[in-house]
């Protein structure tokens, strides 16, 4: 059974997220952001309900604490529905945005694709045979789910990882945002320009030595992004 952590000071809204879920999932729950921090660590768990505001340490914060010891898929609650927020949320490294109030079915629909990415793209419980991706000093192992750059292993949350493996598969090629976004988030994509861009910005941010002169992932203005090696 997946193991969900719900961050939450609301008890609320823990309260009605737990009965939506514990038919099918094992449910945590923490109370403010440093919670949610101590209990990811402990717990190990498969996705993480996050909170924006929450006391002592806000949902912002924590996400970024969690980032740096997992790459469990962050679905991040906020009251607010401003673009702004969504794009902090998703800078921060969380995977998805929902805005409160939600309806149940949103909610169990989000959770089911981030967790089926997690174990089919981003998760390295799951191997394959397949051999690695090769761009010059980027190495995708995709047995181990595991990027390397420069001789560095580079963590990725599962949804860079599919970007990256997506972009890997098809260097040189040039994608619009919303053929990145259908193709991995496996969605219609409408109005998706904000959120592939946060996403190729963390990858960018992980993978080169120089972000704002990238030389391997770049954006063809007006058109969308490529990844290709340095001579090209």
């Known amino acids: 059974m997946y193991k969900v952590l719900v961050a939450d000071d609301d008890l609320s809204i823990v309260r009605i997220i737990t009965e939506m879920l514990k038919s099918e999932y094992s449910v945590i729950a923490a109370a403010d ?3 949610a921090v101590e209990k990811a660590r402990q ?6 309900i996050m909170d924006v505001m929450m006391p002592r340490v806000n949902g912002i914060q ?3 604490e969690i980032r740096r010891v997992s790459n469990a898929p962050i679905l991040m609650l906020s009251a607010k529905a401003e673009g ?5 949320g998703l800078t921060s490294g969380a995977d998805d945005y929902l805005t409160k109030p939600f309806y149940k079915e949103e909610l169990t ?3 089911q694709a981030l967790l089926r990415r997690y174990d089919q793209l981003g998760s390295i419980r799951e191997t394959e045979n397949v051999s690695s ?3 010059d000093d980027i190495v995708l192992n995709t047995d181990e789910k595991r990027l390397t750059v420069r001789g560095e292993i580079v963590r990725l949350t599962p949804t860079e990882y599919k970007i990256m493996e997506f972009l890997m598969r098809n260097q040189g090629h040039v994608f619009s945002a919303e053929e990145i976004y259908s193709h991995v988030w496996n969605e219609e994509s409408f109005s998706v320009e904000n959120t ?5 910005s ?3 941010n992980k993978i080169e030595l120089n972000p704002r002169k990238p030389e391997y992932l770049k954006v063809i203005w007006g058109i969308g992004y490529v990844l290709e090696g340095k001579e090209s």
């Open 202 to 204: 963390r990858i960018r």
């Open 43 to 48: 717990e190990k768990p498969d996705l993480i």
């Open 196 to 200: 592939v861009m946060v996403h190729i």
């Open 62 to 64: 924590a996400t970024v």
């Open 109 to 111: 629909a989000r959770i």
């Open 84 to 88: 702004s927020d969504r794009v902090i």
């Open 33 to 35: 952001g440093r919670e």
């Open 133 to 135: 991706l090769v761009l």
